[in-house]
Structure formats: C-alpha cells, structure tokens
C-alpha cells in the first residue's frame, strides 16, 4: 500500500522557519518524483517543489526560490522541505506527492499519490 505522511507544520510568526516531512512507503522511492504542493483556502493547489532522489534532480517554483530548500533521505524514504524567510502568504495546506517518471513536472495534476496534508500558518 502507498503511503505518503506529512508532517511538520504549524504556525509560525512572518520571517520565522518551518522543516516539513514527507515519510514515503509502499513504492520504490528512488525512481518517483516527490513533489511539494501547497493549497490555499479559495485558491488552486500549487506545486511548490519536486525532488527525484536518484539523480538529485530539484525543482522550484519561482515564489520559494531562495527561500525553500527541499532535500531526501533516501535511508529513511523521507523528503523534507526546509521553509525559511516565511511568509503570510505561504499560508496553505501543504501536500507531499509521488510520480513514477524521468520527466519532471510541478503540475499537480500529473501526480499519482497524495499524502493527507499538513497546515502552515504564517502570522503577520
């Protein structure tokens, strides 16, 4: 069975950090994109950032660059994203996804498998 966790979120103040967690199972890790995706109340959901672990290749959207990092572990099948200089407007639901594919994509819509989700507040 495919199971993607998240976790990590909370509220934190404008200019704070937060690390989420993405802990994969049930798939073969190395050849799936693990994406990013952040969605906000009325707004459509928005990929963030993608990783596919056996090539190092990452991805960003533009309005994280800088700010966000995301990394793997591929010992423990868990994706991280690192969420520094936060903003009110990063306020959403965060979603971590899989794809089994060579070609990257940050469209959600590609995406097979969706963990359940995490909230991050950012307050002003």
């Known amino acids: 069975e495919v199971q993607l966790v998240e976790s990590g979120g909370g509220l934190v103040q404008a200019g704070g950090s937060l690390r989420l967690s993405c802990a994969a199972s049930g798939f073969t890790f190395d050849d799936h994109f693990i994406g990013w995706f952040r969605q906000a109340p009325g707004k459509e959901r928005e990929g963030v950032s993608c990783?596919?672990?056996?090539?190092?290749?990452?991805y960003y959207a533009h309005s994280v660059k800088g700010r966000f990092t995301i990394s793997s572990d591929n010992a423990k099948n868990t994706v991280y994203l690192q969420m520094n200089s936060l903003k009110p407007e990063d306020t959403a639901v965060y979603y971590c996804?899989?794809?089994?594919?060579?070609?990257?994509?940050?469209?959600?819509?590609?995406?097979?498998?969706w963990g359940q989700g995490t909230q991050v507040t950012v307050s002003s």
């Open positions: 990783i596919r672990s056996s090539d190092g290749s990452i």
């Open positions: 996804a899989a794809l089994q594919s060579y070609i990257p994509t940050m469209r959600y819509q590609e995406y097979d498998y």
